[in-house]
């Protein structure tokens, strides 16, 4: 297992045929508050963030590490799509040590039918095959949640188990390193 602080961050600008995956910038903050307060973006994921909270909380450069990308169209953020190491506290582990690399994403319900998180998630994923070789990845999401379901599985993962996690059913799933 590699860390994903020992990957150079950030690395260019990832292009697909209609979005740029880059970096945040201080320019994403008005769109990142947008995204984690809105109800029907957060619906589920415990539901949206107060506004002043995430404002105050929230810093001039949003969730600037390694793994996590702004999804930008026409020179806007749209989403952003993360790769971060699953808590080992938490349910859903495909190793006994657990830490898999975890795929989220998140979209503006403007950008939403497009098939803009597909090609997002895509383009994360082959930068990750890159950085990290032979890494499976995971993500979670609620049953409830068909249209992430159905994302997973065009992406490639595969369920592995369901549990109960945050008062509601989780399907967990893994896509296999090619």
């Not at 404002?55 to 390694?66: D, G, K, W």
Request: negative net charge; hydrophobic residues 40%.
């Amino acid at each position: 297992m590699t860390d994903l602080e020992a990957i150079a961050w950030p690395p260019s600008p990832i292009r697909t045929e209609r979005l740029v995956l880059r970096e945040p910038e201080a320019r994403d903050r008005a769109a990142v508050i947008d995204l984690f307060t809105s109800p029907e973006a957060r619906e589920y994921l415990g539901g949206p963030r107060p506004r002043a909270e995430v404002e105050q909380a929230m810093p001039e450069t949003p969730t600037r590490r390694p793994g996590v990308f702004v999804a930008e169209l026409d020179g806007t953020m749209i989403g952003l799509v993360t790769l971060d190491r699953r808590d080992t506290d938490r349910p859903g582990h495909v190793r006994p040590e657990g830490l898999e690399p975890e795929l989220s994403y998140l979209f503006l319900p403007h950008a939403w039918g497009h098939g803009y998180a597909t090609e997002a998630c895509t383009a994360a994923l082959g930068w990750f095959d890159g950085a990290l070789p032979g890494e499976p990845v995971v993500l979670c999401t609620q049953t409830a949640n068909e249209r992430a379901m159905r994302l997973a599985t065009k992406l490639g993962f595969a369920e592995v188990e369901r549990f109960e996690e945050f008062s509601a059913e989780q399907w967990f799933g893994v896509r296999l390193p090619s």
